[in-house]
């Protein structure tokens, strides 16, 4: 199992702030947002964008992560500042 969590705004979107997925089929951080983006339209617009950025067991990592059983993906926008 993968247990996915979601910071800020992206929760707010997505209204979930974690859900816990079988880890099966889902080898990278790249598969796990195309799953995620296969929920609906509004998952989709939101995990095809490319500066979505991404964490596992809180290392800030790319999508060409792989990723284990038992580890925790977090998801979150990029974060701006002034």
Known sequence: MIK???????REQLECSELTLSSENIATVADLKQQLASKNEQWQALFDN????????HDMVDSEQPIKPGDEVAFFPPVTGG
């Not at 996915?4 to 992206?10: D, H």
């Not at 490319?50 to 067991?57: D, E, G, K, R, T």
């Open 4 to 10: 996915v969590v979601f910071f800020a705004a992206l």
């Open 50 to 57: 490319s500066s979505l950025l991404s964490a596992i067991n």
